[in-house]
């Protein structure tokens, strides 16, 4: 059996995941929807400041993690992560 949101609060959840994946067509799209299933400007900003903390953590956290491994004294690296970096050069 598929569980099923009531619409106001799936329009609650596309509007999370549109500011996540920033899709703007997405949030624009989602933010008229959320208004015409009732929500109102203050849900849907409540919604939108849910998101953007969600999104702003690892930003915070790999900038932090630069921070302290940039810091002078200690060059110690901690071994990469077993899938490697994605942006590395070949060869």
Same mark, same amino acid.
């Given at each position: 059996?598929?569980?099923? +949101? /009531?619409? *106001?609060?799936?329009?609650?959840? /596309? =509007?999370?995941? /549109?500011?996540?994946?920033?899709?703007?067509?997405?949030?624009?799209?989602? +933010?008229?929807?959320?208004?015409? &299933?009732?929500?109102? *400007?203050?849900?849907? !900003?409540?919604?939108?400041?849910?998101?953007?903390?969600?999104?702003? =953590?690892?930003? !915070?956290?790999? +900038?932090?993690? /630069? *921070?302290? +491994?940039?810091?002078?004294? *200690?060059?110690?690296?901690?071994?990469? &992560?077993?899938?490697?970096?994605?942006?590395?050069?070949?060869?």
């Amino acid at each position: 059996m598929e569980a099923v +949101l /009531a619409r *106001d609060r799936e329009e609650l959840v /596309a =509007t999370r995941a /549109a500011v996540a994946a920033n899709c703007e067509p997405c949030l624009e799209y989602h +933010l008229r929807k959320g208004r015409e &299933a009732g929500l109102t *400007d203050d849900q849907l !900003r409540a919604a939108v400041a849910v998101a953007r903390r969600v999104k702003e =953590t690892p930003a !915070r956290l790999i +900038l932090q993690m /630069a *921070d302290r +491994l940039l810091t002078p004294g *200690d060059r110690t690296f901690p071994e990469p &992560a077993r899938a490697g970096c994605r942006g590395e050069r070949a060869g």
